[in-house]
């Protein structure tokens, strides 16, 4: 049979009982005569509580060191699930054996709490998996050069697994989370958005860039470079369904379109809360102004989402640029003290309540009027446009935080998506 991974997120993780399930659903697969990777999350708010403590101890930090140790602290969760999910398939008469990050190793940079991965050594795993035993390995961690425990950001452990599926040339990579499957948009806010059967790797990864919190954004680039299979599916189906059905359910990512999936010219609507906006005010004209402004930002490890210049005036012009919540007052600080006196612009302003919303389709590439449309729904319900940005096959706009779920539900209205039968 096949080399199948698993990943479970930290609400199918939540409490012994719910590790207990997920145990008995891999021994399921494991029955079947699948060899099986697991990649488990910290149990559900456990990697909250580690780094409350660590700002409790350092309100303020700024150093690389102290960054090292909330690394160190943090991957503990994902070290104590993956224990506990090991005992428990071995109470279910499995041979199972959990790794850490840095015992596959899963090799990392060294850019700590945020870290990418460069390179899976397979053997050890392999081996362990010729041997019959199933094999649980912590997700959103690894180790850097220099043998430090590194960690890759929030929703890091999605991205292990795929990672870990590429490495070992699994045939498909299932992230089990608490929802069925990706929807046309968040039933919370939309309650008659519809599941998808299947949905494009293109559109998932606009999706999850966008602000869905489906799938971490880094995990759906590495099933694109490395064409690994997904599906997401949900852990609170009963675990003793059947395999092949259960291989059947939730939403597949493709990589193949077809004609069916180009009759939807928008598939989903995706949107983001947590972004804020910065406006750099009176800066000079001149060719390299951009660089100059998110050189330094990108320096600092900030990430810069949309980005808008304006028309120039008496040789002066604006530059705004969205980054997320938690980045903003870095960012401002740092504009303020070396990026304003260097540029000798007039002032750097900021909105740190802003969300982003997206329409995404493939079909938008053979459809024309798709942004009229968008922003004429947003008309009618006097939602102002604060910035936009497009690709081939979405649009994005900024705008105040309080008119987000006014603005999504108006959207998946005037796209139809709330007629949308599920993808066959």
């Known amino acids: 049979?096949?080399?199948?991974?698993?990943?479970?997120?930290?609400?199918?993780?939540?409490?012994?009982?719910?590790i207990r399930n997920v145990a008995k659903r891999v021994a399921k697969w494991a029955r079947a005569g699948h060899q099986m990777v697991v990649v488990p999350s910290a149990m559900s708010g456990e990697?909250?509580?580690?780094?409350?403590?660590?700002?409790?101890?350092?309100?303020?930090?700024?150093?690389?060191?102290?960054?090292?140790?909330?690394?160190?602290?943090?991957?503990?969760?994902?070290?104590?699930?993956?224990?506990l999910l090991a005992i428990a398939l071995q109470a279910e008469g499995l041979p199972a054996i959990s790794f850490t990050g840095w015992q596959?190793?899963?090799?990392?940079?060294?850019?700590?709490?945020?870290?990418?991965?460069?390179?899976?050594?397979?053997?050890?795993?392999?081996?362990?998996?010729?041997?019959?035993?199933?094999?649980?390995?912590t997700g959103f961690q690894g180790i850097d050069p220099n043998g430090h425990i590194t960690t890759l950001g929030r929703g890091g452990s999605d991205t292990s697994a795929v990672a870990v599926a590429a490495a070992l040339k699994a045939a498909e990579v299932l992230i089990y989370t608490?929802?069925?499957?990706?929807?046309?948009?968040?039933?919370?806010?939309?309650?008659?958005?519809?599941?998808?059967?299947?949905?494009?790797?293109e559109e998932m990864l606009e999706m999850a860039s966008l602000g869905?919190?489906?799938?971490?954004?880094?995990?759906?680039?590495?099933?694109?470079?490395y064409k690994v299979p997904m599906r997401v599916l949900s852990s609170f189906t009963p675990w003793d369904i059947d395999v092949e059905e259960e291989a059947r359910s939730g939403t597949l990512i493709t990589f193949e379109e077809?004609?069916?999936?180009?009759?939807?010219?928008?598939?989903?609507?995706?949107?983001?809360?947590?972004?804020?906006?910065?406006?750099?005010?009176?800066?000079?004209?001149?060719?390299?102004?951009?660089?100059?402004?998110?050189?330094?930002?990108?320096?600092?490890?900030?990430?810069?989402?949309?980005?808008?210049?304006?028309?120039?005036?008496?040789?002066?012009?604006?530059?705004?640029?969205?980054?997320?919540?938690?980045d903003y007052q870095r960012a401002v600080e740092l504009l303020r003290e070396k990026v304003l006196p260097a540029l000798g612009?007039?002032?750097?302003?900021?909105?740190p309540n802003i969300a982003k919303v997206s329409i995404v389709g493939i079909g938008m590439r053979s459809h024309v009027g798709v942004a009229s449309t968008m922003f004429r729904a947003l008309s009618q319900e006097s939602v102002n446009i604060q910035m936009i940005s497009t690709s081939e096959i979405k649009t994005s706009v900024v705008i105040d935080?309080?008119?987000?779920?006014l603005a999504v539900r108006a959207l998946h209205t005037a796209f139809g998506l709330d007629k949308t039968e599920e993808n066959a």
């Open 1 to 18: 049979m096949a080399l199948i991974v698993h990943k479970y997120g930290g609400t199918s993780m939540g409490s012994t009982e719910r």
């Open 47 to 83: 990697t909250n509580r580690l780094l409350g403590l660590a700002s409790e101890l350092a309100p303020s930090h700024a150093q690389s060191a102290y960054y090292r140790e909330l690394d160190m602290l943090a991957a503990t969760g994902e070290q104590a699930s993956s224990a």
């Open 104 to 137: 596959v190793p899963v090799h990392t940079n060294s850019s700590y709490t945020k870290a990418r991965i460069e390179s899976i050594d397979d053997k050890r795993v392999r081996a362990e998996l010729d041997a019959g035993r199933v094999v649980i390995i």
């Open 178 to 201: 608490d929802v069925d499957g990706v929807y046309t948009t968040d039933p919370r806010v939309v309650p008659a958005a519809k599941r998808l059967n299947t949905v494009s790797f």
């Open 212 to 225: 869905s919190k489906v799938l971490q954004i880094r995990s759906v680039e590495f099933a694109g470079k």
């Open 258 to 326: 077809d004609e069916k999936m180009e009759k939807a010219v928008v598939s989903g609507i995706a949107f983001n809360r947590g972004e804020a906006k910065i406006s750099v005010l009176g800066v000079p004209d001149t060719p390299g102004i951009a660089y100059s402004i998110l050189g330094p930002v990108a320096e600092a490890n900030i990430e810069v989402d949309v980005i808008i210049q304006n028309i120039s005036k008496d040789g002066k012009t604006d530059f705004s640029f969205t980054v997320s919540q938690g």
């Open 345 to 351: 612009a007039s002032e750097v302003v900021g909105n």
């Open 401 to 405: 935080e309080k008119y987000l779920e």
